[in-house]
């Protein structure tokens, strides 16, 4: 069996399958492989547990810019298509309600100019006032003495919308029509690459157990594994990381879709949201927490989990000063302190109440339920260089058959746009041709007709 392929891709997260899938559909490359560490796909932070499974799509989430939103809204859209074009209703892609939330004079005044400013993008979106988000989601008006909540809230969003994604069997599906197009494709599981060497034209991937796969191009998809592996190689050195852990509470089943809060600009994490889980019926999750923690997997044991790649890449004075700065931030500090509280047994749950309150007032101590082993971390990257911590997707192109991905949230929502991202530039290097119009004709009309 042979072991050359013309790409591969480390990571078989729903990043890495969405490339695998794109290259097999709309390249004319003839050989491309999946390797994973895990003995099955999408187990870190595709998996169901790690994630809100929500379609980021910019309508709810508000510390998008209408810019951003504009870009991420058809970056969602690629991936819903593609889910409602393989017929995965009701198995991968769920049809919910959703709708953001503002609570106070402040966050009501800032949802009205935001709708104004968003409607126009987003076709169909709904204001709500007071009494219709109590009639679509009537736990949220409702207080624990049976009264409503004093406070003016108003939200705008969707009564109904394909907003709820299972990642990790949208992962199993690319990878199964991969196949199906392209059987000399390969998936070699339970291989972590330890180092990767250039040989010549080729590079060679070397697992732990000293197994090689030769590629011609090299995609990185491995999620916070990324840099260490682009450090080991010489690139990214002025780069730190900055992992950061979130935890969910499960609560009973009493939101009806999905509810997102306000968002501090000033905090480059997310607001509290509550999301009817698609896995685990009968339960709503709230959450994320965020704790940065020395690791690059959550929920590895303590003594194994914390990462020497990690130490290696952080133990220097520019990352040190870029978390000081961050810290001489009151808001920042004190949203750091209350999210470690949140961790600690018995204390946390009732810390984090009051937070979960902001969406359901009713809410009492004996509802909230830790979600053992669920969230995952997402590196947050630190430019040394600029001594500063970047937000979004972080990409190290070297023009050398080798590119690293380092894609926090939404890289989940835009996986398929930054599969057509990669595979043109995969396709190009290697002389291969794209069917850009192909693929959005399938995926994305609107963008064909601009």
């Known amino acids: 069996m042979s072991m050359e392929f013309d790409a591969v891709i480390i990571g078989g997260g729903v990043s890495g399958c969405a490339t695998f899938y794109t290259l097999s559909e709309y390249s004319s490359l003839k050989r491309v492989a999946i390797v994973e560490k895990c003995s099955k796909l999408a187990q870190i932070s595709s998996s169901a547990k790690a994630n809100s499974q929500t379609i980021h799509d910019g309508s709810i989430e508000t510390n998008y810019t209408p810019e951003k939103a504009k870009k991420v809204r058809l970056s969602a859209y690629k991936t819903r298509q593609y889910a409602l ?30 709708y104004e400013s ?95 796969v030769y590629a011609k191009f090299v995609l990185v998809n491995a999620g916070s594994y990324a840099l260490p592996l682009a450090q080991s190689m010489g690139y990214g050195l002025d780069l730190g990381c900055l992992p950061v852990a979130g935890s969910f509470y499960f609560v009973p089943d009493l939101l009806r879709g999905k509810v997102y809060t306000v968002q501090n600009p000033k905090l480059p994490f997310a607001a509290v949201h509550g999301d009817p889980d698609a896995v685990i019926k009968g339960k709503t999750r709230i959450g994320p927490t965020a704790l940065t923690m020395p690791k690059l997997e959550r929920n590895k044991c303590w003594l194994k989990g914390i990462s020497l790649e990690l130490l290696k890449m952080d133990l220097n004075k520019d990352v040190f000063k870029i978390a000081f700065d961050l810290m001489s931030d009151k808001e920042i500090r004190n949203y750091v302190f209350k999210n470690m509280v949140f961790e600690l047994p018995v204390i946390g749950k009732r810390k984090f109440l009051k937070d979960a309150q902001k969406i ?3 809410l009492s101590l004996e509802d909230l339920e830790y979600a053992h082993g669920f969230g995952e971390v997402r590196p947050q990257v630190l430019d040394r260089t600029k001594q500063k911590l970047e937000l979004g997707e972080k990409k190290i192109c070297t023009h050398k058959g080798i590119t690293f991905n380092m894609t926090p949230s939404p890289g989940a929502t835009s996986c398929l746009q930054n599969a057509l991202v990669d595979s043109q530039e995969i396709a190009a290097y290697l002389g291969e041709s794209f069917e850009l119009e192909r693929f959005y004709k399938d995926l994305s009309p609107e963008e064909l007709e601009n």
């Open 360 to 362: 359901i007032p009713s």
């Open 118 to 212: 968003f409607k126009e993008i987003f076709v169909g979106l709904e204001e709500f006032n007071k009494q219709k988000i109590k009639e679509l989601e009537p736990n949220v008006i409702l207080g624990a003495n049976g009264i409503d909540r004093h406070e003016n809230i108003i939200g705008h969003g969707y009564q109904k919308d394909w907003s709820t994604m299972n990642f990790a069997k949208l992962s199993e599906n690319f990878v199964e029509e991969a196949l199906k197009l392209k059987p000399n494709n390969q998936v070699f599981l339970n291989f972590k690459v330890k180092k990767i060497e250039k040989r010549n034209d080729t590079y060679a991937l070397i697992s732990e157990d000293t197994e090689e």
């Open 85 to 114: 074009n393989k017929g995965l209703q009701n198995e991968v892609i769920f049809e919910t309600q959703k709708m953001a939330i503002g609570v106070g004079d402040e966050e009501c005044e800032f949802m009205k100019k935001r």
